[in-house]
């Protein structure tokens, strides 16, 4: 199983950003998606995380800013980024834990994508 995120950038504070991780393989269910984020000196942390049915937890410092959301039917989550801040910089990590994959439901956990930038300047 393989995770590509894309959909970074460089945006002006109370801009916009919609990242996006593709899952690929032979998936047949993933239990949890979720968002990470690490900025230069800081440890890596939770954004938001998404479970197969729905709920969702985000982090205090998202919490009403960030949605996060994703397509079963794609193996995709998505992450939008609203009301952006300069400290909502960082290089942000998709992950996927949990994950049945066919043709005999064998699990995989804890698969990391590459990272995406995302920075917040004017």
């Known amino acids: 199983v393989l995770l590509q995120a894309s959909g970074g950038g460089l945006v002006q504070p109370g801009g916009s950003l919609r990242l996006s991780c593709a899952a690929t393989?032979?998936?047949?269910?993933?239990?949890?998606m979720a968002w990470y984020r690490q900025a230069p000196g800081k440890q890596r942390e939770l954004v938001a995380a998404?479970?197969?049915?729905?709920?969702?937890n985000y982090a205090d410092s998202v919490k009403g800013r960030f949605t996060i959301s994703r397509d079963n039917a794609k193996n995709t989550v998505y992450l939008q980024m609203n009301s952006l801040k300069p400290e909502d910089t960082a290089v942000y990590y998709c992950?996927?834990?949990?994950?049945?994959?066919?043709?005999?439901?064998?699990?995989?956990?804890?698969?990391w994508g590459q990272g995406t930038q995302v920075t917040v300047s004017s």
């Open positions: 992950n996927a834990d949990r994950i049945a994959t066919m043709p005999k439901l064998k699990y995989e956990y804890d698969i």
């Open positions: 393989g032979s998936i047949f269910s993933i239990n949890v």
């Open positions: 998404i479970h197969e049915g729905g709920s969702t």
